[in-house]
């Protein structure tokens, strides 16, 4: 399986964008880059995700590499709701024993400061 | 929006008992569930994936023998842990995939707390 490298840590400031960076230099051309994310004791929780152009939802923007060899999750103003572990993870698109799992690495955590 | 339930939230069991941890989507149908395990201030790792109406499907090094699944409807995949010991104390946490959103978004259940005495 194709594998991301993200920073262990970042902190960030009230209601100031944060910028989470991922590396995926061996992303093959039909893995989609998917970002979840989890809080302390509970579930993870879908934050976003895209293939080769940057997305914007209501959580999150996602910013992608011409390459696709990294991309940023990109929250525009943080909450201290957004405190927790951001997961960046490449997912096999259709065919084959992978599609549909997703392999979580050890993430970012963000701790947000008032 | 879509939700994943488990039952129960924590469970504590004597060592050698066995301990069924449910996981359901309440408003969606599901033909792919997978569940995952999470130890203290680690990532989770996948463990299984359940299909409605087939035998899952288990990762490299997890005993299908110990961890018993069955995804028998289209909403409802139970997780048996068959004579649990201390190191199956863990968070498990299963997903759950909407039949009609493709693979896009997985929705995770709260996570049951096993604690094996």
């Known amino acids: 399986d194709a594998k991301t490298t993200q920073p262990n840590s970042m902190e960030s400031n009230e209601e100031e964008p944060v910028h989470l960076p991922c590396n995926h230099s061996?992303?093959?051309?039909?893995?989609?880059i998917h970002w979840y994310r989890q809080l302390p004791s509970q579930g993870p929780e879908y934050v976003i995700h895209g293939l080769t152009s940057n997305v914007n939802n209501r959580m999150a923007s996602l910013a992608i590499a011409e390459d696709r060899k990294s991309s940023t999750l990109i929250l525009h103003r943080a909450t201290l709701r957004d405190a927790a572990v951001y997961y960046c993870?490449?997912?096999?698109?259709?065919?084959?024993?992978?599609?549909?799992?997703?392999?979580f690495g050890q993430g970012t955590i963000l701790t947000v400061h008032p | 929006g879509a939700v994943v339930s488990q039952h129960p939230s924590r469970v504590i069991c004597k060592s050698g008992t066995s301990v069924k941890i449910e996981c359901r989507s309440l408003?969606?149908?599901?033909?792919?569930m997978f569940w995952y395990r999470q130890f203290p201030k680690q990532s989770l790792m996948l463990m299984a994936t359940?299909?409605?109406?087939?035998?899952?499907?288990?990762e490299q090094g997890v005993e299908k023998d110990k961890f018993l699944i069955n995804h028998a409807s289209l909403t409802l995949s139970t997780l048996t842990v068959t004579s649990a010991h201390p190191e199956d104390s863990s968070f498990y946490i299963c997903?759950?995939?909407?039949?009609?959103?493709?693979?896009?978004?997985?929705?995770f259940g709260p996570g049951t707390r096993l604690t094996v005495l």
């Open positions: 408003d969606f149908q599901a033909t792919t």
């Open positions: 359940s299909n409605e109406g087939s035998k899952a499907t288990y």
């Open positions: 061996t992303i093959s051309g039909t893995d989609y």
């Open positions: 993870i490449l997912r096999a698109s259709a065919g084959g024993t992978s599609y549909g799992k997703l392999t």
């Open positions: 997903s759950a995939i909407p039949t009609s959103y493709g693979y896009n978004e997985q929705f």
